[in-house]
């Protein structure tokens, strides 16, 4: 049982800036199981999409469309996974979810992320 909490969504002009946040918490056994946090997002009429994902040991994947833009970072001890993202575009508008893969995947209950163009 783990429960991901997202904050820092917003509504942002182009160019700006926003900091995504995401709290996991639960058994420690489902905590522990933990191998891999991250991001996906979902704009209207299209399908939820990675962003980025990170592994405990420090291994990133993003999509080619935020690279250079997103930066993902994780504070393995503390159940933290933060997405920093700059140089906002319109086409970033998308409801953003935490995701975490450990004994099953886990989902965030998503948070609303707006660039105004």
């Known amino acids: 049982q783990v429960q991901l909490v997202e904050s820092g969504g917003g509504l942002v002009q182009s160019g700006g800036s926003l900091r995504l946040a995401c709290a996991a918490s639960?058994?420690?056994?489902?905590?522990?199981?933990?191998?891999?946090m991250g991001w996906y997002r979902q704009a209207p009429g299209k399908q939820r999409e990675l962003v980025a994902v990170?592994?405990?040991?420090?291994?990133?994947n993003y999509t080619d469309s935020v690279k250079g833009r997103f930066t993902i970072s994780r504070d393995n001890a503390k159940n933290l996974v933060y997405l920093q993202m700059n140089t906002l575009k319109p086409e970033d508008t998308a409801v953003y979810y935490c995701?975490?893969?450990?004994?099953?995947?886990?989902w965030g209950q998503g948070t609303q992320v707006t660039v105004s163009s």
């Open positions: 990170k592994s405990n040991g420090g291994m990133s």
């Open positions: 995701y975490s893969r450990g004994l099953r995947d886990y």
């Open positions: 639960g058994r420690s056994g489902s905590l522990n199981s933990i191998i891999l």
